[in-house]
């Protein structure tokens, strides 16, 4: 009886909070995009990237991560995925044909920064999951921070 009580309470509180947990998620990112924002106007465009690159931990955490990426859609920084840095894969859609990436740059020129919501493959589940990525256009670049959402 006490362990089905214990149960239920700790399946309560795991439900009440993960609207939470996507409220922080989202926080996390653009925490992160506005870290990166005041490293890049500190110490200049390509230490950031060299940095992002690097996987200082500064830029990756266990919600979300740093990546950077020109105006033309070139991919400058990656810290999880090098083999896209130098890439430019605006035209490739997400798993439902939306042009995510297109979508962030638009937005990043004419709005200055704001969230897009697209499917992507997740790599800590392996699976096609909803995802939210925050950005902000810093000059000529757009510094770009994900959150998986699940199902």
């Known amino acids: 009886m006490k362990n089905t009580i214990l149960s239920v309470l700790l399946a309560a509180t795991a439900l009440t909070s993960l609207p939470a947990l996507a409220a922080d998620t989202a926080a996390a990112a653009v925490a992160m995009v506005d870290k990166g924002a005041s490293y890049l106007q500190k110490n200049g465009k390509e ?12 830029f990756v955490n266990e919600h979300t991560y740093l990546t950077v990426r020109a105006l033309d859609g070139t991919q400058l920084a990656h810290p999880t995925n090098p ?25 990043a020129q004419a709005k200055g920064k704001g969230w897009v919501d697209y499917r ?17 256009k810093q000059g000529d670049i757009i510094l770009e921070a994900g959150i998986y959402k699940g199902k």
């Open 120 to 136: 992507y493959n997740n790599p800590a589940t392996g699976e096609i999951e909803k995802k939210s990525t925050y950005f902000v």
């Open 83 to 107: 083999k896209l840095v130098g890439k430019n894969m605006v035209v490739l859609p997400d798993a439902d044909g939306k042009l995510f990436r297109k979508e962030i740059i638009d937005t």
């Open 47 to 58: 230490a950031l990237i060299k940095e992002v690159n690097n996987k200082n931990p500064e």
